[in-house]
DNA sequence: ATTCAATATGGAAGCGCTTCCAGTTTATTT
DNA sequence: AAATAAACTGGAAGCGCTTCCATATTGAAT
């Protein structure tokens, strides 16, 4: 593999100069430039990325995060960031955190100790203050869907508690008044959010809420199944049922089903996330759109202005829900 | 941030006894040690990941690239890739292709420059002969759910014509006779095995195929319904239609729905993946199963052994697929 | 022609670590 | 106690690049 220093003497020139060709820098002449690029075409030249690093302190890619690999929600974020990554000609470096504190904090110092130029994060075991904390070090961050007050410049979030809100008016609308709720784990804050704007839409329908109509889940699939189950065990009475995300629905439509049950005849379920495979379920699934690109491409021009200085753009943090209206709930 | 010069400073050692502990090396006392250790604790020592790959050409991190990040396919072979990784004490680095062989080769050249000790390779874009010629380079590699030949103990694949061909002989038994088929694009391996296997089960079965019946998708959902519209239109008759993954499958139900058709009564599906949302499809599909945990576990294992020397397992590069029996498909 | 600024180039230090080699200390054997 | 091997430690070069500083060249302005 050559290195600068064959190009250079192949180039008659110095390493400095190979250098400067190397990283676009003004105040080398045509000449040079010329015989350079010339002599690594010739020797085939791989600029060695590490010792790059390690000289300059930059790397020319952006760190991601991201508790999970798989699922529709973080499947579709993954994805999305990733590409606006390479429109912009920056490279992604993917990692898992798991969930669990201690894995995040380690993925998140490998990122940081191969000097990512900026981090995109998208975790929930990490605490908000070892955030904040972060936020005063030298790696420029984003965090996605969640916001913390102190640095909420740097959070991109949806409005969660319209979303939930949201929901429930419309199931109101449609004449529901026996509402059940499959919530996401409390202790996230999505989750309560959703619940609170929940809570909200039945309060100014003057229908009070009943806790025996909550069941928390974990936004698994498998927990909308277990919701209903618990739900019909303890004999409660509903028409209708929100859920916290989309495969929490998905679960609960066929727990419902395995009861015999017909949807949206006897029960009307909708989600939350529009995740691309609502479109397939059967019935379709009325449910909440997360505009999961828009917060992918707003994180990076984020990073492509306060890190790499490259456009001035508006930054919006917040995004705003909206009803998906299809096939999952019926009139009342 | 502490440099191993001040660490060995504090300890009152040279440089090299430093590497060394760091490095676990044997023939340090235990008394340099102890003093190492302190000193790192005191000055809240962390080495840098960058000049340690630069000096040692080493990067304890192995790179995955994908052609896809999103998908229940990719997003739980990707996840358990690097659960299986993580469990090794080794990092992932992951990064995307999007099946475009530019891009592909582009997130190639990203991971070999950053010294990953070694490659999981999970793309269809790089051809056969690319990945031989790497083959000879320097940095070792796996490839998934793609058989080469002229490599193939480097390749981790499915018995994809089994698999056609028990998914066809299921139907076969059900008592179906009229079969439609929509397959992935025949550019792909996979597709094209499975088709193979579909084939070979109808033949022995004395029922002859019927070019009218076949639809090549993309593999993507939409296209699933677009194959179902396409035989629709073309008044064909059949009873069943297999599909080559579960995602089209799913599309496919969703078109005939469209149509007013019952599921299973008028016309039965199968599937093929057995991904994890084919349990919550309604009906529940019947499919064909694909060990994605299972390869991922073995790609790492030849990675253990090859690359880091740490056990001495069998290897197995064929995995083999299983009938998964739901309600998807009625007798005939 | 002379001056001065702008532009272009080379030299050399240094980023933080690994690793080879040589030298020193300790333990083991006779 | 001497001889030898084994265990341990330090010095120094070097991984491939960036970047600061100093010097050289060019061109425009007087």
Redesign the interface.
């Known amino acids: 593999m050559a290195t600068i220093y064959e190009v250079s003497a192949l180039a008659g020139v110095s390493l400095s100069s190979v250098s400067r060709v190397l990283n676009d820098h003004e105040h080398v002449s045509k000449k040079t430039k010329e015989k350079v690029v010339a002599a690594m075409n010739e020797l085939n030249y791989?600029?060695?990325?590490?010792?790059r690093?390690?000289a300059s302190n930059r790397s020319n890619s952006v760190g991601v995060l991201v508790s999970?690999?798989?699922?529709?929600f973080?499947?579709?974020m993954?994805?999305s960031v990733?590409?606006e990554l390479?429109k912009a000609g920056k490279?992604?470096?993917?990692?898992?955190g798991?969930s669990d504190e201690e894995?995040e904090i380690n993925g998140l110092?490998?990122l940081i100790?191969?000097?990512c130029d900026a981090l995109i994060l998208l975790v929930d075991a990490i605490s908000d203050d070892y955030l904040i904390k972060l936020s005063k070090g030298n790696t420029p961050f984003v965090i996605l869907n969640r916001n913390i007050s102190e640095i909420s410049d740097h959070c991109f979030y949806l409005d969660n508690e319209l979303g939930g809100y949201l929901a429930a008016k419309y199931l109101i609308e449609q004449g529901h008044k026996e509402i059940a709720y499959i919530s996401g784990p409390l202790t996230k804050q999505d989750s309560t959010e959703r619940l609170t704007g929940h809570k909200k839409a039945l309060a100014e329908a003057n229908i009070s809420f009943k806790e025996s109509l909550l069941y928390e889940g974990d936004y698994l699939?498998k927990s909308g199944r277990d919701g209903i189950n618990y739900l019909i065990k303890h004999k409660t009475t509903f028409t209708a049922v929100a859920c916290s995300n989309d495969e929490m629905a998905?679960?609960a439509?066929?727990g419902a089903?395995d009861h015999k049950w017909l949807i949206p005849e006897q029960c009307s379920f909708i989600g939350f996330d529009n995740a691309?495979?609502t479109?397939?379920?059967?019935p379709?699934l009325t449910t909440i759109n997360f505009p999961v690109n828009d917060m992918a491409k707003m994180s990076t021009q984020w990073i492509l202005k306060n890190v790499y200085k490259q456009k001035e753009l508006d930054i919006i943090n917040m995004f705003i829900p909206e009803l998906i209206e299809r096939q999952s709930v019926k009139k009342n």
Do not use: C, W
Request: glycine letters at 6%.
């Open positions: 791989r600029p060695n990325t590490i010792a690093s390690l999970e690999l798989h699922g529709p973080f499947g579709a993954l994805s990733e590409l390479r490279h992604a470096v993917i990692t898992a798991h894995s110092d490998f100790d191969r000097k699939t998905s679960g439509m066929r089903r691309f495979f479109e397939y379920l059967y379709q």
